[in-house]
């Protein structure tokens, strides 16, 4: 089966600007997990959909985030305006329904100059 | 707050040898999960530890899991370079929603040939 997709795989951008990043799960998963890494901490929870309803946005940084899974298929993660303390690797996860078994995404790296 | 602190930060070893890395917390977790993560990748599982004092091995790799179910530790029998990259725990948050991962820095290993 096909993992999860993740892109861009990178994007630089300028303060201020907006910048869509896209997640595919895996086909099924009606779990899809977003996550961050900023350079020097550890990946923290941003957010959990099950199919298409938010669960858990409890780890939003603050409402220049917005998350959306259009028919619980596919997740967009938009910025805006970005900030350069945005700048880090987002990953996306999915499972299937059970807590264990996350599929990771490769992850994009968004870089804010 | 529930916390993950990974030990050491970074290793580098000769193939062959032998070497463990820890997960301490000062707080329960109801299971443990490692992951590898290689560069330019996401995180993938290796294993979910459940049970206080629970040992699982997949080859080389040997999981304990603490009888207190606060930490966890991951040896490895005569390392090899294919086993380079970056180790993580993670573990469900206590607080709500049990699906959100609490992650460790993680431990950097660099198997030289």
């Known amino acids: 089966e096909a993992g999860v997709t993740q892109f861009p795989s990178h994007s630089v951008i300028e303060k201020g600007q907006t910048v869509t990043l896209r997640c595919d799960p895996i086909?099924?998963?009606?779990?899809l997990y977003w996550y961050r890494r900023v350079m020097g901490k550890e990946i923290k929870f941003l957010l959990h959909?099950?199919?298409?309803?938010?669960?858990?946005e409890s780890g939003m940084p603050n409402n220049r985030f917005l998350a959306e899974r259009t028919g619980g298929t596919y997740s967009t993660l938009k910025v805006q305006p970005a900030e350069l303390e945005d700048s880090g690797v987002y990953f996306c996860?999915?499972?299937?329904?059970?807590?264990?078994?996350?599929?990771f995404g490769s992850g994009t790296r968004l870089t804010v100059v | 707050t529930q916390l993950l602190e990974q030990s050491p930060q970074f290793l580098s070893i000769q193939e062959g040898e032998n070497l463990t890395v820890y997960c301490n917390s000062s707080?329960?977790?109801?299971?443990l999960q490692w992951y590898r993560q290689e560069p330019g990748e996401g995180p993938v599982l290796l294993v979910t530890?459940?049970?206080g004092g629970e040992v699982k091995k997949l080859k080389r790799l040997t999981f304990q899991f603490g009888d207190a179910r606060k930490d966890s530790s991951l040896h490895i029998t005569a390392a090899q370079p294919g086993d380079t990259g970056l180790y993580l725990c993670?573990?469900?948050?206590?607080?709500?929603?049990?699906?959100?991962?609490?992650w460790g820095l993680g431990t950097s290993l660099a198997v030289n040939p």
């Open positions: 959909f099950v199919k298409e309803s938010k669960q858990d």
């Open positions: 086909s099924g998963h009606d779990n």
């Open positions: 996860a999915s499972s299937q329904g059970q807590f264990y078994g996350y599929t």
């Open positions: 707080s329960v977790f109801s299971s």
């Open positions: 993670a573990g469900p948050s206590n607080a709500g929603n049990n699906r959100k991962l609490i």
């Open positions: 530890v459940v049970t």
